[in-house]
């Protein structure tokens, strides 16, 4: 008996889990946390953002490795298990740190530079987080989805633009604190 092309792995189902409480938190984040301001988004961003997740979704459930059958090897199960952990521990740094971002924007009345949590690390802890929450549906994927790899290989390349750029707007912006806390690092902590 051969299983349906539309079947999903024990790993792809867990990704996908994954990716839909992620996305439903940053919804929730959005609704509750975040403190909009005057700007608004372009029409271009917007529409390529919601491409973005529909796609991640698709490509996970369409990518040849989605149908590999879990492996319970002990080495599997330890990536899947440290996918997860890391997965949990990005997301719970990329809400602290939005709500450090909402309680700076809710009190200050103009920017200022955020302190607390990963932001004493590195300049986008945001970023960073989003690097990592890709990395951690690679490894609960157990390496088998390409798309996925793909995927991750894009965030990471994508927010280390953006991170370059937000610390030289601090930096621009605040040079006196920003030579003050010339340990942050870029992007990664303590790397880049």
């Known amino acids: 008996m ?9 790993p792809t189902l867990i990704c996908l889990v994954c990716l839909q409480c992620h996305l439903f938190r940053r919804m929730l984040e959005s609704v509750s946390i975040t403190q909009f301001g005057d700007s608004t988004m372009h029409a271009a961003a917007l529409i390529l953002g919601t491409c973005h997740y529909i796609m991640v979704s698709l490509s996970i459930v ?6 590999d059958p879990m492996s319970l090897h002990w080495f599997d199960v330890l990536v899947l298990l440290g996918g997860l952990s890391l997965f949990l521990v990005a997301s719970a740094h990329q809400m602290t740190c939005n709500a450090v971002l909402a309680s700076i924007k809710s009190s200050a009345i103009s920017y200022a530079i955020p302190q607390g949590d990963w932001f004493d690390l590195t300049w986008s802890p945001l970023y960073w987080a989003e690097v990592l929450l890709y990395t951690s549906l690679v490894l609960l994927s157990q390496g088998r989805n390409s798309n996925l790899m793909r995927i991750a290989l894009w965030v990471a390349i994508n927010q280390s633009i953006s991170a370059h750029r937000a610390k030289a707007w601090y930096v621009a912006t605040f040079p006196a604190a920003a030579a003050a806390l010339g340990h942050r690092a870029t992007l990664i902590p303590h790397v880049w």
């Open 2 to 10: 051969s299983s349906s092309p539309l079947a999903c792995s024990g």
């Open 62 to 67: 369409l990518d040849d490795g989605a149908r």
